[in-house]
């Protein structure tokens, strides 16, 4: 049975098509998806993200810890609320899973994992934490809204107290605070600004409804996947998994190979940097009609491939998709499309930044 997040009800009520997603009941949309799209890259929208899964990381052996456990380098985050996006590997290098790290105090750090993986998660990093003494509290108790888009900081901070809206208006990108009870994270999964708000789930729908009257408009599954891809973000369990390293992912600017740190993976990764990677992460554009889904397979110079990542994107009015293809030049790519072989364009993403065509797409 799919599980619920606290806002389950209000969704329904606003009669959103619902679908499991990582075994949790979300929203796929209200309506119209493209309409969500677009009401995000032009002015604010709202998703439920409390199916993430928040867990506090407390002890004194808190950062080194996590030194170990992921591949970026937490020794940059030296300021209360500032966060890092990086992942966790396994011994090969494979990506467990992806997580954004919030630093609040020597004694206290803040990650949040995502719900499809949680399980695996919890298990991995539990068994990883025992020797440094670290313990960890998974917040269930918090529910998580993300608001996003060019109007999305305003449309939040209008309902803030002036201190949290001081505090909250202040932010840089990847660095968060407290106010009026909420954790406000200036982060996001659209390539919009915006906010991640972590709510005390006996809260979350009287907050949610305040977005809604203040203009923000609720968005599903649909649309958050097709602004990430738009953004150029990977999604893990598509775009990577335990069996790809962060440098085949294109990843490789969470990767901090530190000189005095040895985290799970390294030894790999070092290997793949000196020797080259096998496979490569690609944008592509379809530029004639159709759309490119996951699975179809990439037709390079240096062998084939398949798409990882693929949709219709509202913004540009064409199908682009992420490919997992052999490394090097890769020609004059074609994409097989139920036996037709389709010429695309291969790019560099993001594909969309600030509500328009990145140069190049």
């Not at 949790?24 to 890259?41: C, F, K, T």
């Not at 560099?348 to 990145?358: E, H, L, Q, S, T």
Request: hydrophobic share 45%; glycine share 12%.
């Amino acid at each position: 049975m799919s599980k619920s997040t606290i806002l389950n009800a209000t969704h329904r009520a606003l009669g959103a098509k619902m679908v499991d997603f990582g075994g949790w009941d979300m929203p796929l949309n209200y309506g119209s998806q493209i309409e969500e799209h677009h009401a995000v890259r032009r002015d604010a929208g709202m998703f439920d993200v409390s199916h993430m899964t928040v867990v506090d990381l407390r002890g004194t052996g808190v950062r080194p810890f996590l030194r170990r456990l992921v591949a970026n380098s937490v020794d940059k985050l030296k300021v209360s609320g500032k966060a890092l996006y990086t992942c966790m590997l396994n011994a090969e290098g494979g990506v467990i899973d992806d997580l954004i790290v919030y630093y609040l105090d020597e004694e206290f750090f803040r990650i949040v994992v995502n719900a499809a993986t949680r399980d695996k998660d919890m298990a991995w990093i539990a068994a990883q934490a025992v020797p440094f003494g670290v313990s960890l509290g998974e917040r269930r108790d918090l529910a998580m809204i993300a608001v996003q888009g060019p109007q999305a900081r305003a449309r939040v901070l209008a309902l803030l107290s002036p201190a949290a809206r001081a505090a909250a208006g202040a932010l840089g990108k990847f660095a968060a605070c407290e106010g009026d009870g909420l954790f406000i994270a200036r982060t996001g999964y659209t390539g919009e600004d915006g906010f991640e708000i972590m709510v005390p789930g006996t809260t979350a729908v009287a907050f949610w409804n305040r977005l809604r009257e203040g203009g923000v408009a609720p968005a599903g599954l649909g649309a958050r996947d097709t602004l990430r891809l738009e953004a150029g973000m990977n999604l893990y369990g598509q775009d990577m998994d335990e069996t790809v390293t962060p440098y085949e992912a294109g990843l490789a600017w969470t990767v901090a190979l530190d000189a005095d740190r040895d985290f799970t993976g390294r030894a790999v990764l070092e290997a793949q940097r000196d020797a080259g990677v096998p496979r490569q992460l690609v944008g592509l554009v379809l530029d004639d009609k159709g759309v490119l889904r996951h699975g179809q397979k990439v037709l390079t110079a240096q062998g084939e491939g398949e798409i990882l990542s693929g949709t219709y994107s509202p913004t540009l009015g064409k199908a682009i998709a992420f490919a997992r293809v052999p490394a090097g030049d890769p020609g004059a790519v074609r994409v097989d499309i139920r036996g037709r072989e389709l010429p695309v364009r291969v790019v560099k993403y993001p594909f969309v930044r600030d509500g328009r065509a990145c140069p190049g797409i």
